[in-house]
């Protein structure tokens, strides 16, 4: 008996594209596939850790492979992943933690965003200007 014989010709909800069904799921999708980027970041730092390791010759040609356009246009893909990752996280974080009070009044989703992203946004200039401090 087949498997479909052993159904009794019940109906089967097919699932091919069920998240391009909901726009919400679409987003959802859209942001938990940039969780891949960050796996390609990971392993172009990686490459520069592994040809630091190697000496001052290996690390130059890491450095000069990182000024090419398509490593230039990699970043700049990357850099789009990771705002709209940031910006998607902040937006559902409300959703997921629990109500907050200010002198008894509920702290708006929109606040709680906003604050989100402002820190974030100086966290990164910070470490921007530390970088630019140290670096040579």
Known sequence: MSSQESRRGGYVRSMDGWWRRDPFFVRYMIRETTALLVVVYTIVLLCGLISLARGEAAY??????????????LHALLLAGFLYHTWSWFLIMPKTMPLMFVDGR????AVITGTGLAIATVVCLALVVAVKLVAP
Do not use: G, I
Request: proline share 11%.
């Open 106 to 109: 509920k702290v708006s989703p």
């Open 60 to 73: 130059n040609a890491w450095l000069a492979a990182l000024a090419s356009p398509w490593s230039l246009a």
